[in-house]
Every structure is written in C-alpha cells, then in structure tokens.
Nanobody, 124 residues
Framework: QVQLVESGGGLVQAGASLRLSCAAS????????MGWFHQAPGKEREFVAA????????YYVNSMKGRFTISRDNAKNTVYLQMNSLKPEDTAVYYC?????????????????WGQGTQVTVSS
C-alpha cells in the first residue's frame, strides 16, 4: 500500500515557475514508477510525465517536454515536478500516481495508487 500526498500548487502568472512535490508513504516507494497527470475541468485526466524507479529514465508528453522536469528522491520518498514557463493552458489539477514496473506509463489505468491532487492555476 502506498499513500501519496501532493503539494506545491497555487495561482501564478503566465511565465512563472512552480515545483510540485509528492510525498509517499510505504517502504516500497523505490520500486514504483511514478507519474504526474493533470485534469482540466470537463476534460479527461492526461499524462504529463513519468520516471522509473531509479530515476534514470524519464518520459514526457511532447507539449511539456523542455518546460517540465520530473525527478525523484528515493531517500525522501518524494517525486517532484518542476514546471517552468507556465501557460494558462497548464491550468488543471495535478495528480501524482504510482505504477508497478511494466505498467503502461502513459495511461491513467496503468497506475495503482493516486494522490488527491493539487490545483495549479496560471493567469494570463
């Protein structure tokens, strides 16, 4: 069992940066692939980024590659999402999720555990 708690969301202006954190409970955190998804009002939950258990492999949706960076610190049971050059269209609830190795990283159905989400609002 893994419990995930996101933090770091907020209201910022376009062009600003935010760093989201996701703190995980459980001694098996380092075995999970971790991902970030976002969900805007009226839209489906969409893949943003993922990182493998060791942190050596990262994956991004093309539209955010170069602006967002995912990282993890297994000693702190925490995964991060650094978001730079934020745009109004990045406004959404951002969710952290954990997947077992071998799962489909790009689909929400591939993840076993989810956090409650943190709101990111980018004003123009």
């Amino acid at each position: 069992q893994v419990q995930l708690v996101e933090s770091g969301g907020g209201l910022v202006q376009a062009g600003a940066s935010l760093r989201l954190s996701c703190a995980a409970s459980g001694r098996t955190f380092s075995t999970y692939t971790m991902g970030w998804f976002h969900q805007a009002p009226g839209k489906e939950r969409e893949f943003v980024a993922a990182i493998d258990w060791s942190g050596s492999s990262t994956y991004y949706v093309n539209s955010m590659k170069g602006r967002f960076t995912i990282s993890r610190d297994n000693a702190k049971n925490t995964v991060y999402l650094q978001m730079n050059s934020l745009k109004p269209e990045d406004t959404a609830v951002y969710y952290c999720a954990a997947a077992l190795p071998g799962s489909n990283l790009y689909r929400a159905t591939g993840y076993t555990y989810w956090g409650q989400g943190t709101q990111v609002t980018v004003s123009s």
